[in-house]
């Protein structure tokens, strides 16, 4: 079992005060979005046997176990991370594993540079994720009913957004969705930016409902993605919820410290909300115009004391344990790696006492005893 001493990545929309808050350290000043925990080779986990990605390298079947291997490849099929949103990140979408395949090898036939801006498709693999909250977290998920998206759209009374009502009033449910979003990203930019001002005015005149677009629209003044965002659902989780993100479907984050993990793979498609390249073919081509709720995971309790959020792949399974004083968790000895991470109390799990922010690597087939008080969470996958 190896602690980890994890990557901290200071992205612009990150909040200041969250993660030096959970760690227990004075905040430097500087946005601190993500910690990272896990064999990325972007930013790989630290140990006293090198990095994790040298660690499974070295002996992959010991590190992951014969299983993970054979299903998932000499890697760790996931990464798991503590994310702080102090600003709205990009409204996405994720391939699904097909497409990513598809979109990987037509880009490297085509010999566009790995690192070009313009690239979608970083690998071949899916990015299904999870987030679960920490605190409050808000975010967007999903398209939500287009008679409300209407409705929402309309109370702002701007007659620019009128043509878009109107789309969203007609059918089949699936076309008017995607309508609209094509309409609104191909708009021209000078009235796009127009449309947005007025926009967002009106979202800050009226607040309610409207008061997280007015928040987006201040931080990203006079982009397409402030009208896209009120196509989706607007959530707000409470702490130990989550959202599972499956491919095609957009969402974003807004505000708020979570624990997010996901397939091991950088493929994002962007909607808006960004400086950076949107491919609005490509997008449209991935995105599901699936209207519905945002469909928040509560934890399913098990007699044990495990509290497992499920979702429907195998790349990763997260799951939390709540320690009373003095309580002790099962066995968690498993045949396939895990991360554990401690986000309240102190936790023991082996040798290692784990106080907020902090996690150890295990290997597989290791044994794991975890005690103590305070809440762990088991990143682990399924074999």
């Known amino acids: 079992m190896d602690r980890l001493d994890n990557t901290v990545r200071p992205y612009a929309w990150g909040s200041t005060t969250a993660i030096p808050g959970l760690l227990g350290v004075e905040p430097s000043g500087e946005p601190q979005a993500e910690m990272w925990m896990g064999a990325h080779p972007g930013a790989p986990s630290r140990t006293q046997r090198g990095t994790l990605v040298e660690v499974i390298d070295a002996d992959p079947e010991r590190e992951l176990g014969p299983a993970a291997v054979a299903k998932f490849g000499p890697r760790l099929p996931f990464l798991l991370k503590i994310l702080a949103a102090g600003a709205p990140l990009s409204l996405q979408v994720h391939p699904n594993l097909q497409q990513a395949k598809e979109g990987y090898e037509d880009e490297e036939r085509r010999g566009i540079p790995i690192d070009a801006p313009y690239r979608n498709y970083k690998d071949a693999n899916h990015k299904p994720e999870l987030i679960c909250?920490?605190?409050?977290?808000?975010?967007?998920?999903?398209?939500?009913?287009?008679?409300?998206?209407?409705?929402?759209?309309?109370?702002?009374?701007?007659?620019?957004?009128?043509?878009?009502?109107?789309?969203?009033?007609?059918?089949?449910?699936?076309?008017?969705?995607?309508?609209?979003?094509?309409?609104?990203?191909?708009?021209?930019p000078e009235q796009m930016?127009?449309?947005?001002?007025?926009?967002?005015?009106?979202?800050?005149?009226?607040?309610?409902?409207y008061t997280a677009y007015a928040d987006i629209a201040h931080h990203y003044p006079g982009d397409p993605?402030?009208?896209?965002?009120?196509?989706?659902?607007?959530?707000?989780?409470?702490?130990?919820?989550?959202?599972?993100?499956?491919?095609?479907?957009?969402?974003?984050?807004?505000?708020?410290?979570?624990?997010?993990?996901?397939?091991?793979?950088?493929?994002?498609?962007?909607?808006?909300?960004?400086?950076?390249?949107?491919?609005?073919?490509?997008?449209?081509?991935?995105?599901?115009?699936?209207?519905?709720?945002?469909?928040?995971?509560?934890?399913?309790?098990?007699?044990?004391?495990?509290?497992?959020?499920?979702?429907?792949?195998?790349?990763?399974?997260?799951?939390?344990?709540?320690?009373?004083?003095?309580?002790?968790a099962p066995d968690l000895t498993r045949e396939a790696p895990q991360i554990l991470l401690c986000t309240a109390g102190s936790v023991r799990a082996g040798a290692h006492e784990l106080t907020p922010g902090q996690s150890v690597f295990v290997p597989a087939a290791e044994k794991v005893e975890v005690s103590g008080a305070g809440t762990i969470f088991q990143a682990t996958v399924i074999v």
């Open 193 to 209: 930016r127009h449309t947005v001002a007025e926009a967002a005015a009106a979202c800050t005149r009226l607040g309610g409902a």
């Open 225 to 328: 993605g402030v009208i896209a965002a009120m196509l989706l659902n607007h959530v707000r989780l409470q702490p130990g919820e989550a959202l599972f993100l499956g491919a095609g479907i957009p969402h974003a984050y807004l505000n708020g410290l979570g624990v997010e993990i996901m397939a091991n793979s950088d493929n994002v498609l962007r909607c808006g909300l960004t400086p950076k390249h949107v491919d609005v073919p490509e997008l449209l081509r991935i995105v599901r115009f699936e209207a519905g709720d945002a469909g928040v995971l509560r934890p399913e309790a098990s007699p044990d004391g495990e509290e497992v959020y499920e979702t429907p792949i195998d790349e990763f399974r997260l799951s939390r344990y709540v320690l009373p004083e003095g309580g002790t």
């Open 133 to 188: 909250a920490l605190t409050e977290f808000d975010g967007l998920c999903g398209f939500r009913d287009p008679l409300q998206a209407a409705d929402l759209l309309d109370g702002l009374g701007v007659d620019s957004l009128k043509a878009y009502v109107d789309l969203l009033h007609a059918h089949p449910e699936e076309a008017a969705l995607r309508e609209v979003l094509t309409a609104i990203l191909t708009a021209d």
